[in-house]
């Protein structure tokens, strides 16, 4: 991702001890998987490489590690002393060589800076505290639900996206993760996992491939149907006002339901093929591995070098450690405005179902502040969290006290019922009963 901007007259930080100004360079970061591993470009060949922790950015664009950062500022006198470290130690990400003191950003008129610390939370799973823009702020009439109906109605609100969780299908029968008592994490007792996530995780999955088509079989698409949820989503779509659906499940209920494939994102993948953990192969035809959870075996790869050997095949869903499906980062940058000047094309966020307890996807929430942002969850999630050790929640999550400075709703519902009362209030009911009568 390159955060090139060629306005350099403007001043867009200050280092508050020195009162000196900086000019906006050419910041590049790297935009692919392998963005928490580069070279520092002062040690030759790649002999350190950064990660996390050590990695420091120039806001000339350079990066480099901790051990080289001081030297290429004082090489550079004058123009290179902001840095912004990555480090999840590092509270104060902007600081000055200088003085040794931490930068604040002053101008909040300059995206940059935003741009920078958006792809810092899209690539480094995290957050960071950034000024709200008030300039772009749609401002509903009433922050209550009659404030969201009011405003889809008035047809300002053209471009909704909906980020969904497992909370959404788990009235078609397919547990969630964390609901107390039937959330999968509750339930893994048979597995005697050291912990609930390494179900999910690819290292450990790689290590005991049949717990996790154990888990599969009862939860392999086929079985279960779209839910109310599922049809309000594509009724958005029928209307023209979905701009994307986020989905973190895997169970392709939304396919299922009708929303068009290029409005969905399955963030976290789904069953929809497979690829080989070893040589990468990708097959497109999930067959291959339905065969086998139908016979309690496991799928190995059958072409080339791999033939013959215990080559694992796993489903392209996205595990704890793998990489997000491109498709997120792209269409986040297009829904969000992200990394562009212009002004997001969002206007209404609804978020249903889900814990937001998973990065990157939690962080999204973060780029809809200045739009209205409607969370229908039997529980609040989202909101920045005091514990040092969260680093899921966000530092503009939801605000469902602060009204003046925020447009966050919340019905605390059941959401299916949520929904419906929702598409009565809009006077969709019999839209929406049409729509679920056909798909039946
Ligand atoms: P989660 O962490 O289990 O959170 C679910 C949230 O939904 C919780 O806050 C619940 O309180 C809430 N919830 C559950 N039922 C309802 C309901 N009827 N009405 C209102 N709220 C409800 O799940 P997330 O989606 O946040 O976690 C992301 C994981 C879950 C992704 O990686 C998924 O792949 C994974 N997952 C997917 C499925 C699926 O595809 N259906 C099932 C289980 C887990």
Redesign the pocket.
């Known amino acids: 991702m390159s955060l090139d901007n060629n306005k350099s007259e403007n001043k867009y930080c200050k280092c508050i001890h020195k009162n000196v100004n900086y000019n906006k360079v050419n910041i590049t970061l790297y935009d692919n998987e392998k963005i928490t591993l580069v070279n520092c470009e002062l040690c030759q060949e790649g002999t350190k490489q950064l990660n996390l922790n050590n990695a420091v950015i120039c806001l000339c664009g350079s990066m480099f590690c901790i051990d080289h950062i001081k030297q290429h500022s004082k090489d550079n006198v004058d123009q290179h002393n902001v840095v912004a470290y990555f480090g999840r130690d590092h509270n104060d990400r902007f600081h000055c060589l200088k003085c040794e003191n931490n930068v604040q950003i002053v101008d909040k008129d300059i995206v940059d800076i935003n741009d920078l610390i958006d792809a810092y939370e899209m690539f480094y799973n995290t957050s960071l505290p950034r000024q709200l823009d008030q300039s772009n702020r749609v401002i509903l009439d009433q922050v209550n639900v009659d404030g969201i109906v009011k405003y889809i109605q008035s047809g300002q609100c053209k471009n909704i996206v909906v980020l969904t969780?497992?909370?959404v299908?788990?009235?078609s029968g397919?547990?969630?993760?964390?609901?107390p008592k039937t959330?999968?994490y509750n339930n893994l007792q048979q597995f005697k996992l050291p912990y609930p996530e390494a179900i999910c995780d690819i290292d450990y999955i790689k290590i005991h491939p049949e717990l996790f088509y154990t888990l599969a079989k009862g939860?392999f698409p086929g079985q279960f149907k779209p839910t109310p949820v599922h049809y309000f989503i594509k009724l958005l779509s029928d209307k023209g006002l979905l701009l994307r659906d986020y989905t973190?499940?895997?169970?392709t209920l939304e396919r299922i339901a009708g929303v068009p494939e290029s409005k969905l994102v399955e963030a976290?993948g789904s069953f929809n093929g497979a690829y080989c953990t070893v040589c990468q192969h990708r097959y497109s035809d999930i067959s291959i591995i339905k065969q086998h959870i139908d016979s309690s075996t496991i799928p190995y790869c059958t072409v080339g070098e791999c033939i013959g050997k215990s080559s694992l095949l796993l489903p392209n869903i996205v595990f704890y450690g793998d990489s997000l499906p491109p498709i997120f980062n792209r269409c986040l940058l297009q829904d969000f405005g992200v990394n562009n000047n212009t002004t997001p094309k969002c206007d209404l966020l609804i978020v249903i179902?889900?814990?937001?307890?998973?990065n990157p996807i939690a962080s999204m929430i973060n780029f809809a502040q200045h739009v209205p942002r409607l969370l229908i969850?039997?529980?609040a999630?989202g909101c920045p969290s005091t514990h040092p050790s969260d680093y899921t929640v966000v530092s503009n999550g939801f605000n469902f006290n602060n009204q003046q400075q925020y447009n966050d709703v919340h019905i605390s519902d059941?959401?299916?019922k949520a929904v419906k009362d929702l598409i009565e209030k809009l006077n969709w009911t019999n839209e929406f009963n049409n729509l679920i009568n056909k798909s039946i």
């Open positions: 969780g497992a909370g299908s788990v009235a397919i547990p969630d993760y964390r609901s959330g999968l939860i973190q499940n895997i169970d976290h179902g889900t814990s937001l307890k998973v969850n039997n529980e999630v059941d959401c299916q």
